[in-house]
T-cell receptor
């Protein structure tokens, strides 16, 4: 238990569907991240939110739409995805602190399959 | 550009010592982090270095040379449960750039 909870754990969706991934952190952190983990590829940063403001969009296609309503919750809205978007989507949180070098805490991920 | 390299796979024997290397060339550097990831589970933090030298945490140690763009993770007294992927990551500002990970198999 890392203090970061993702739901659902598994999701199968068609290319015309709309779905959302949810992430909740119970650690009081002020920064949250979405990463994509594909087979045999490094973790790829998608989005970063700092104090609910998006500070990074790593050239992610518009069919992925993040939402951060408060510092504890992060969503990833999905629509008209492609089969190549099938991957493990990981959420992470971190306490952004100018003094300490703090690590990121990861959720267990949502295994997404696009059919 | 950003480039972080690790060996793809390694195999070691229970009770042995294994060293997993990581080399990096990145445009910024605010620390190097090591994570462990078991199949189907979240990556979990192991160790980090921001200054050159060795950091020891129980059976795990991590070393950093910033001038060489090089780090390693040392695992001692290997156990079967250490079979996992080990991810090297460079922090740049508030972002983490990950290497491809090294899949370690510990054999009896």
């Amino acid at each position: 238990e890392t203090g970061v909870t993702q739901t659902p754990r598994h999701l199968v969706m068609g290319m015309t569907n709309k779905k959302s991934l949810k992430c909740e952190q119970h650690l009081g952190h002020n920064a949250m991240y979405w990463y994509k983990q594909s087979a045999k590829k490094p973790l790829e940063l998608m989005f970063v939110y700092n104090f609910k403001e998006q500070t990074e969009n790593n050239s992610v296609p518009s069919r992925f739409s993040p939402e951060c309503p408060n510092s504890s919750h992060l969503f990833l809205h999905l629509h008209t995805l492609q089969p190549e978007d099938s991957a493990l989507y990981l959420c992470a949180s971190r306490q952004q602190d100018s003094v300490q070098n703090t690590e990121a805490f990861f959720g267990q991920g949502t295994r997404l399959t696009v059919v | 550009g950003q480039n972080i390299d690790q060996p793809t796979e390694m195999t070691a024997t229970e009770g042995a010592i294994v060293q997993i290397n990581c080399t990096y060339q990145t445009s910024g550097f605010n620390g190097l982090f090591w994570y462990q990831q078991h199949a189907g589970e979240a990556p979990t933090f192991l160790s980090y270095n921001v200054l050159d030298g060795l950091e020891e945490k129980g059976r795990f140690s991590s070393f950093l040379s910033r001038s060489k763009g090089y780090s390693y993770l040392l695992l001692k007294e290997l156990q079967m449960k250490d079979s996992a992927s080990y991810l090297c990551a460079v922090r740049q500002g508030q972002n983490f750039v990950f290497g491809p990970g090294t899949r370690l198999s510990v054999l009896p």
